[in-house]
Structures are given as structure tokens and as C-alpha cells.
């Protein structure tokens, strides 16, 4: 029948996402029928320039909305008709909901990692927090920490100049919270949480992406990287005492926003995190 709700994601190299599993499985329990579309630029040889042609067909067929990830997060905001606060803030857009032939850019990246952060870390202290990594995802946990209320967030990128410009866009918005440094060990010194978000620990950037000895129990970490689930980041850390909150929780968080978004249902937060430690 034509009560389908058909949604997709854009990206490159997506091929594992857990995202159609983790929306079509939902919108089931809310009796909902639900098609999650993967629309992998790599499997198409599509680039970036492709993404009118891509969001004009997804008009065309009817789609409700489409997550949207590397590498298309930023090249996706020129095409869009509206964006929210946060993506506007953020300079990045991971879901767009298609309304009328409207297209409205969200991010539920640093949202989604906000509600995890609440739910696993509660307790955690944001006196001083330093985030390893500046890009895509960085950004997206930068403006959700500092509006959770973190006094101090010191940026920590291999590219300086990355960490400089991001720190001066947050300081519009959080005047003299947000500071870039040039390494770890010294963003670290009286720091109470760290944030990674480099792609350092996947399966095919194995390793540590900072030296473990900066480590110690009284730090949090919140890791980004949720293949595999378990990195060396988050060994190591717990191996010391360390609260963690892992990369699927934020995985998860950014899912549940744009459910939410797409259907205009509440998702069942819970019920989604315990479907996704199944996959
Ligand atoms: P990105 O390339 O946009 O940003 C990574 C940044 O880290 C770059 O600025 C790079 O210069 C910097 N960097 C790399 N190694 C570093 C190091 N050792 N020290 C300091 N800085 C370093 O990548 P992204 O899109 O932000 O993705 C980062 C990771 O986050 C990926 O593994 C991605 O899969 C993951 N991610 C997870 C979620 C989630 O929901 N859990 C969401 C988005 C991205």
C-alpha cells in the first residue's frame, strides 16, 4: 500500500552501516512499514557533484528523508531549503526530512552523542574536557558538549589549523570556553574528560591515538569509533578504572533522532541500543 515509509542513506563505503536494520527493525515495533535505502556512491562510482541528481530522484520516489554521511555532510548543505539551529551551527548536516518537496538539513551526531553521554556518563564532570579530533564528528560533539554546559573545551587536532578554526567558530557561540592546543599531553594536564574523536582505532586504523600513559582513573572517555566496538582506546582505559562510554552509544542516539525525525514517532531509545548490541 502506499503507507510505506521509504528512507535512505547517502555516503560512501556504507555497505556495513547498521542503520537499515536499526530503523526497519523499529519501525516495525510501531507497526510501521519502513524501507531503509543504502545509496552507496562508492558501489555507483557517484561523487559528491552527484547529490542533486540523488536528492531530485529521492523527491521524485517519495522519500521521507535520508541520513546523510562521508562524504557528503557538508556538500549537502547548499541543496537544502532550511536547516536547524544545530545543523547550521555545525556546518553539517547528517539527515535531511523531505516534507512536501522541502528539504530540511538536521544533525542528530552531536545530539545523539549528547543523550548517550547523559544516559552512560551521568555523573562526569565537564570542568575541563579536551576532544581529540576536529572534523566531521568532532564538530558535531564539540557544540553538544558545550551546550550540555562544559567550562572549558580544549581541541587537539594533527591538523593545527583544524583545531584553531573550529575553536573560533564554537567561541561565537560559547564565548571563551572553546581553546585549540598543539598536543595531548598538554590539553590533558588538569583535564577531567576526554573526548576521541579520530578515526584512530577502526579495524583498519588499528592502534592508540594517543599515548597511553596520558591516561589515568580519574579521567572519562568517550570513544566515537564503534567498529569494533571495543577499541584499544576503550581496553586501555577501562584497564586503569576509567568511566567510558563507547562509539555504539552514540551510534545509537544519532539513529534515534532521525527515527524520530523521518516518522515523526518517538523511538524507543532502550529497545533500539539492546537491537543494535545484537548486530
Ligand atoms: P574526519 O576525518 O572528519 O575527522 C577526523 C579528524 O581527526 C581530522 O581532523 C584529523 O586531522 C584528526 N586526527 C586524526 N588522527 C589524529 C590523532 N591521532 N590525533 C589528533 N587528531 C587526529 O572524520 P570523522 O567523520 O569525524 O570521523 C571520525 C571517526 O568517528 C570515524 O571513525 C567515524 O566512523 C566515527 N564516527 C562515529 C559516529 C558514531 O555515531 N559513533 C558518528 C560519526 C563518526
Redesign the pocket.
Known amino acids: 500500500g502506499g503507507d510505506k515509509l521509504l528512507v535512505g542513506l547517502i555516503g560512501a563505503g556504507i555497505q556495513r552501516s547498521l542503520s537499515p536494520a536499526l530503523h526497519e527493525e523499529e519501525a516495525r515495533h510501531h507497526g510501521l512499514r519502513l524501507h531503509y535505502q543504502l545509496i552507496d556512491l562508492e558501489l555507483s562510482g557517484a561523487t559528491p557533484e552527484h547529490l542533486p541528481t540523488l536528492l531530485a530522484a529521492a523527491r521524485a520516489m517519495g522519500f521521507a528523508g535520508l541520513n546523510i ?2 562524504p557528503c ?1 557538508q556538500a549537502v548543505i547548499p541543496l537544502l531549503d532550511e536547516l536547524s539551529p544545530q545543523a547550521q551551527a555545525m556546518g553539517a548536516v ?1 539527515t535531511v526530512v523531505l516534507h512536501g518537496g522541502r528539504l530540511v538539513g538536521h544533525n542528530t ?1 552531536g545530539s ?2 549528547a543523550w548517550g553521554f547523559r544516559r552512560v556518563l551521568p555523573e562526569a564532570d565537564l570542568g575541563c574536557v579536551v576532544l ?9 560533539i564539540a557544540d553538544a558538549v558545550l551546550s550540555l554546559g562544559a567550562a572549558r573545551l580544549r581541541l ?4 593545527p589549523a ?2 584553531q578554526s573550529l575553536a573560533d567558530a564554537l567561541n561565537l557561540r560559547y564565548p571563551f570556553r572553546a581553546s585549540a592546543h598543539g598536543d ?1 599531553a598538554q590539553a590533558l594536564q588538569r583535564a577531567t574528560g576526554l573526548i576521541h ?6 579495524a583498519k ?1 588499528p592502534g592508540l ?2 599515548a597511553a600513559e596520558l591516561l589515568r582513573p580519574s579521567l572519562w572517555v568517550s ?5 569494533p566496538i571495543e577499541t584499544e582506546l576503550l581496553r586501555t582505559a577501562r584497564a586503569l578504572g576509567c568511566p567510558t562510554m563507547d ?9 534515534v533522532g532521525a527515527f524520530e525525525l523521518f516518522t515523526g514517532l518517538k523511538a524507543d531509545a532502550a529497545r533500539m541500543e539492546q537491537h543494535f548490541r545484537q548486530l
Open positions: 554521511t562521508y555532510k547528517n551526531d545523539g552523542w581529540l579530533g576536529a572534523g566531521g564528528a568532532g564538530s558535531a587537539v587536532d594533527t591538523d583544524r583545531a595531548a574523536a579520530t578515526p584512530t582505532g577502526m586504523l591515538p594517543l570513544e566515537v569509533v564503534y567498529v562509539g555504539g552509544t552514540m551510534a545509537v542516539g544519532q539513529a
